[in-house]
Structure formats: C-alpha cells, structure tokens
C-alpha cells in the first residue's frame, strides 16, 4: 500500500487493506535460537490459521491495523516501536488481570512488553499507531512457552476453520 497524502479526504476500505509485512509495515527484530525454532514450529502447526490482520489505513505516522484473533491463539510477549491504541470492536481478551470487551480500549507505549489472551469467541480489534511502520520484538524466548503455544495451535486448528469473526453488539 503506497503511502497517502495526508492534505487530502481520503476514504479507506477494509476489502483494500494488505498484510503486516506485504509493504514492509512491520519487520520482525531478530530472535533468539529457541525463539526462532519455536516461532517456526507454531508456524507448521498452522499459526496463521488462528489470525487475520490488515493494514487498512498507511499514511505517512499514521496506520490502522483491522485485527481478528481466534480463540486459542497464543500471542507471544511482544513490544513495538511505536506508540499504539487498541480499540475492541468486538469479542474479548484478557489482558493481565484484566477482562475487557466491545468498545474497551487500551494503550501500549513504544517498546513495552505485552500479551493477551483473545476471549471465548475471539477478538476484533483496531491496532491505531503513530507510525506506519514499526517492529516486532519477540520477548517469549524459552521453549516452555512456544511449546504451549504449539499445543494450543494443534488443539485449535480445525476449529479455526469454520470460525466466524465475533458478533458486534447493536
């Protein structure tokens, strides 16, 4: 997606929105030896099957990023290099200790850790940044975790299948 003028009404539409790393919006930072294996073992498992995310809005510091997570999918520890909003609109997560749902929404600065586990029927969410581009920096680096995470792909793949995006509350 090229980058737009910001002088200008623009219109953005969901069907246009292309992939994190389709014009090089996200680049992923080097990970560890165990981080790697285990990032590529949940790949063969079929990781991607448990998400769906777009980049919808690319303008010069600015992007939106149109997220859905399933239930089950095991987003490991990360940080980014750039300031973000999420903005739930619809389904839950659990982040911490925390529960929130449709509407809730939540702010991680550049460069802080985080996770969060998408609810019972999933998550769509808005991933709103100050920048549009930024990184992936992987925390979850030991093997306990990428082996979970590969037993919740293996237990969650034929149900990601046939599972429908979250209802949006009227």
Request: a negative charge; glycine letters at 10%; aromatic letters at 12%.
């Amino acid at each position: 997606m090229e980058e737009q003028d910001t002088k200008q009404f623009k219109i953005f539409r969901a069907k246009d929105g292309r992939g994190l790393m389709q014009d090089g919006c996200m680049t992923v930072q080097p990970m560890t030896g165990a981080a790697r294996e285990g990032m590529t073992k949940a790949m063969e498992a079929g990781l991607n099957g448990g998400e769906e995310i777009s980049i919808v809005v690319n303008m010069p510091g600015f992007s939106i990023a149109n997220v859905w997570f399933k239930h089950g999918y095991p987003l490991p520890l990360h940080s980014h290099s750039a300031d973000c909003w999420y903005y739930i609109v619809a389904g839950s997560i659990k982040l911490g200790t925390e529960e929130l749902g449709p509407r809730d929404t939540f702010f991680i600065p550049s460069g802080v850790p985080y996770t969060y586990k998408p609810g019972p029927e999933g998550v769509e969410l808005l991933e709103i940044r100050t920048a549009n581009t930024f990184d992936f920096v992987n925390f979850s680096k030991g093997e306990k975790f990428w082996e979970k995470a590969v037993e919740s792909v293996e237990q969650n793949r034929e149900a990601w299948k046939t599972a429908e995006r979250p209802k949006i509350d009227a």
